[in-house]
Every structure is written in structure tokens, then in C-alpha cells.
């Protein structure tokens, strides 16, 4: 498969690669948004402040930075800051393929608690922790 520069399928190809990170979430990795009833723990990879394609002379180089935030969401905080911990020492300094995206590095950038409580009676809270990364890696230059 031949790479497209979107880098949230790298970046799930990589943690789906993980053994550490796989036994706790299985294959329970999504990209954006999770289903509604997805079972706990599990991962979801979302575009952060978006992408920066690189320019040499007025044309695409061919590379790009993107950040990237995974969100760890679990029953428990610990239970989530763990699954952070494990998504960190996947990504962080990482290179090479990362699925079919070419990355030349990948940068922790911060780990945050992401816990949301509810608002109303009929909500629920979530416990997540989220995990950001910027990347830089290769694009499609047409």
C-alpha cells in the first residue's frame, strides 16, 4: 500500500503493532471518534492543531508535521495514565514506516488528563488521558 500522508492510519498501524499497548485494548484503536458503546480500555487517534506541509523554493517538499493526540480512555484514571504510559513508549522517538507513512521522527509532546464529567442526569462521565505527539513525515507532493 503506498503511503497517502495521513498519518492518523500510520499512527494506528504502529499502536496496533505494539504488543503492550494491543493486550490491553486488543484491536479497540479508532480513528476520531470511537462507537458509543466501544468497550473500556480503549484508544482513539484524532488530528490535533493540524498540519504543516514543508515548502522548498515555492513547492511541497514532500514532508509535513502533524500533531497528533491519542486519547487513552478507560474505567479508572490509573487504568488510563498506564495505557498513556504504553502509547508513549510506542510512538515517542520513533521512525521508519509506520504502517505505509514514512515518519522521520515522532515527538511526545505532553501527556493530559482529557476526563470529562457529566453535565446532566442522564450523562455520563469519561476517564481519558490524552497522549500528543507532533510527526513529521512524508506527503503526497501532487
Known amino acids: 500500500m ?8 500510520g499512527v494506528i498501524d504502529k499502536l496496533l503493532a505494539a504488543t503492550a499497548v494491543t493486550a490491553l485494548v486488543s484491536t479497540r484503536i479508532y480513528p476520531r471518534l470511537a462507537p458509543q458503546n466501544a468497550a473500556k480500555p480503549f484508544l482513539v487517534v484524532q488530528l490535533g492543531e493540524g498540519q504543516q506541509t ?3 523554493s515555492g513547492a511541497r517538499s514532500g514532508q509535513a508535521t502533524t500533531n497528533i493526540s491519542v486519547a487513552c480512555v478507560a474505567d479508572t484514571y490509573k487504568a488510563a495514565r498506564t ?7 510506542a510512538l515517542d522517538k520513533q521512525t521508519g514506516l509506520f504502517g505505509a507513512e514514512v515518519v522521520r521522527h515522532c515527538l511526545h509532546q505532553g501527556t493530559f488528563d482529557r476526563s470529562a464529567n457529566p453535565q446532566d442526569d442522564d450523562e455520563i462521565g469519561i476517564t481519558a488521558v490524552g497522549v500528543d ?7 503526497p507532493t501532487s
Not at 503511503?3 to 492510519?9: F, N
Not at 505527539?133 to 506527503?139: L, P, R
Open 2 to 9: 503506498a503511503a497517502t500522508g495521513i498519518i492518523e492510519d
Open 54 to 56: 514543508w515548502h522548498h
Open 83 to 89: 495505557l498513556g504510559y504504553l502509547v508513549e513508549l
Open 133 to 139: 505527539f507532533s510527526i513529521c513525515h512524508t506527503v
